[in-house]
């Protein structure tokens, strides 16, 4: 891989990570499963491996395709997305106050109201389609702007250049040192390498859940934070890697790293799909609404389509009949499957709001699609007979 031409993304995701082995010159990298590693005579470590909660070559290698896929100089993984959301809240200065969207992940949501809120974080709730409201909800001690697009599950669409430029002039606002600055991070579980490029539109963090399109196969937990550039902050998620330990296991890293090498493939497909989806359900009769930034009506298309290579392969919908109609339709699927998460190779159907805690704002009539990469005509019959069911009342 060298030379000064950037190599497309295909290329990079089949070698990234994927040196032959120096020991039995194998093109499949080995698994490293020791925890611990010999030390020289003189007490050194030769091959800069000393303990796998800190370091691990199988790890090593899925961090550094991370951070190359993204374009950026490193990456930390987690044992989970949301042990990678945690790490970089948790890297805050004491004392910090953050921006969030108002849909935003469950998962996010309880984190900061039920562990990290009573610690001391100050947390305020903004609808990111409004600049506006970002900027009136900056603080002097805003150090964080976290930015989720499109949202779950309603994939409301943020200008993401447009939150960069309202954190950097609120850190030109004062002599700010890097441990000050308006940091933004974006969770782009939803938008991985090639559907976005969050890097070149100036953030400072990219959050993922691993689990989802990265390995996209349903088949293991993980998560990563990349560092767009060198900050206070990303040091301080490192450590908090180290010294907590929620690190994936060796095998988890070398089956992402074996997802990885499709991982543009299978995008182009989940997006293919998705865009067919969403025309279908737009036409029918029994759908009251589509939320897919790919649509002429989505109030974020534009945005969407300036930031983004593609609107994605995820998608939500309400039903006419309310609540029952979406429990009815999600019942009579056949071909897809009822299941919480996404970005895999199957297609999900979600009954969204009854997941979610208690008070949550997701409409009772949506249902969240995790469009895979089957045939999109087999999808949409398969919906088709569902919302049939549904419209006549009757069970699967």
């Known amino acids: 891989m060298s030379g000064a031409r950037r190599l497309h993304p295909e290329t990079l995701a089949v070698h990234l990570g994927l040196e032959p082995d120096a020991a039995t010159g194998a093109i499949t990298p080995p698994i490293h499963l020791s925890t611990t590693f010999e030390r020289a005579a003189d007490g050194s470590y030769p091959h800069g491996y000393v303990y796998s909660r800190s370091e691990n070559p199988t790890r090593h290698a899925l961090e550094r395709a991370l951070a190359l896929l993204q374009g950026a100089p490193e990456a930390a993984a987690f044992a989970s997305g949301s042990a990678a959301v945690a790490a970089v809240f948790r890297a805050l200065p004491a004392g910090s106050h953050v921006v969030v969207p108002r849909d935003l992940y469950h998962g996010v949501r309880v984190l900061l109201r039920e562990h990290l809120e009573p610690a001391g974080l100050q947390v305020s709730e903004v609808d990111q389609r409004d600049l506006g409201a970002i900027e009136a909800a900056l603080t002097e001690h805003t150090r964080l702007i976290w930015v989720e697009t499109p949202s779950n599950p309603m994939l409301h669409v943020t200008d993401v250049a447009g939150v960069v430029a309202l954190a950097r002039r609120q850190g030109q606002r004062a002599d700010r040192s890097d441990d000050a600055r308006v940091l933004v991070a974006l969770d782009a579980t939803w938008t991985p390498p090639t559907w976005a490029d969050p890097v070149a539109l100036g953030v400072d963090l990219v959050v993922h859940a691993t689990t989802k399109y990265l390995a ?181």
């Open 216 to 396: 996209g196969h349903s088949d293991v937990l993980g998560g990563a934070v990349v560092a767009a550039r060198p900050s206070a902050a990303f040091a301080r998620v490192r450590a908090i890697q180290m010294h907590e330990g929620a690190v994936p296991s060796p095998f988890e890293c070398w089956l992402t790293l074996r997802g990885l090498r499709t991982l543009p493939h299978r995008l182009r497909a989940h997006a293919t799909n998705a865009a067919a989806l969403a025309a279908f359900l737009s036409a029918h009769a029994a759908v009251s609404a589509v939320h897919y930034p790919g649509l002429a009506e989505h109030p974020g298309q534009l945005v969407a389509a300036r930031q983004m290579g593609t609107p994605g392969g995820m998608l939500s919908f309400q039903l006419a009949g309310g609540e029952a109609a979406a429990m009815r339709v999600a019942g009579a699927v056949r071909l897809w499957r009822r299941g919480t998460s996404l970005g895999g190779v199957e297609s999900l159907i979600e009954h969204r709001a009854s997941i979610e805690p208690a008070g949550t704002a997701t409409p009772r009539d949506l249902l969240r699609l995790s469009v895979g990469i089957e045939h999109h005509e087999d999808l949409i019959e398969d919906l088709a007979q569902a919302l049939e069911q549904a419209q006549e009342g009757g069970p699967a």
